[in-house]
């Protein structure tokens, strides 16, 4: 059975601080990590990272995949009151299916 | 104006009832699939479709049934609704043409079964 799973399960912090956020898998196969973000609403896409791509940057917003660990950690620097969500990872086991990890719920306080 | 809208919103329901949820997607984009979300387990599939004529169970379909009226459309139906089946319900899109299974999401439908 396919496994992801994140921690912490939620977090808080303050305007300004760096959150770094993680998840582990065991699949029976791997073809990609996928992370989202998810406010009141839809999740919304964030990265997917490969084989041939382990590292993603956007802004603030930084990821690495490493498949010795079977791992990825999702940064977020100088975090701001908009980056409260929930932050899910998932992993495509094939061309249909995403397991997802059940999320971590990150907290920015003014 | 959204890509994959789902309809309703919210829902509030009795035991019994039997419930549709809709959604519509302009990606054009061949595959959909059904989730729910409860706290502390993630996202689960209950069904996906390839394409109109192509519909297959996911791992909690038990309770659920769907149809792909159109490459567009894909509803879910709760045919008795019981208050385990009270949760976050998303509705998603692929395109059968990517590798890596890359999935868009409405914004969701909360089901209370009372």
């Known amino acids: 059975e396919d496994k992801v799973v994140q921690s912490p399960l939620s977090l808080v912090v303050h305007e300004g601080d760096t959150v770094t956020l993680n998840c582990s898998y065991e699949?029976?196969?791997?073809?990609?990590l996928l992370w989202y973000k998810q406010e009141k609403k839809a999740p919304t896409f964030l990265f997917m990272l490969?084989?041939?791509?382990i590292e993603k940057k956007s802004g603030r917003l930084s990821s690495i995949l490493d498949k010795k660990e079977l791992s990825s950690i999702l940064n977020i620097t100088a975090t701001q009151t908009g980056d409260s969500a929930i932050y899910l990872c998932?992993?495509?086991?094939?061309?249909?299916?995403?397991?997802f990890g059940a999320g971590t719920t990150v907290t920015v306080r003014a | 104006d959204a890509d994959v809208t789902q309809t309703p919103r919210n829902r509030i329901t009795k035991t019994g009832k039997r419930i549709m949820l809709e959604c519509s997607q302009t990606?054009?984009?061949?595959?959909m699939y059904w989730y729910r979300q409860d706290p502390g387990l993630g996202l689960r599939l209950i069904y996906y479709?390839?394409?109109?004529?192509?519909?297959n169970k996911g791992e909690i379909s038990d309770g659920y049934s769907v149809s792909r009226q159109a490459q567009a459309k894909f509803s879910l139906s709760l045919e008795s609704a019981i208050p385990n089946q009270t949760a976050l319900y998303f509705c998603?899109?692929?395109?059968?043409?990517?590798?890596?299974?890359?999935?868009?999401f409405g914004p969701g439908t909360r089901l209370t079964v009372l």
């Open positions: 990606k054009g984009h061949d595959r």
């Open positions: 479709s390839f394409d109109v004529k192509d519909i």
């Open positions: 998603a899109t692929s395109d059968s043409g990517t590798i890596h299974n890359e999935q868009f």
């Open positions: 998932a992993v495509a086991v094939n061309d249909y299916k995403l397991s």
């Open positions: 490969t084989s041939s791509g």
């Open positions: 699949v029976t196969n791997f073809r990609s």
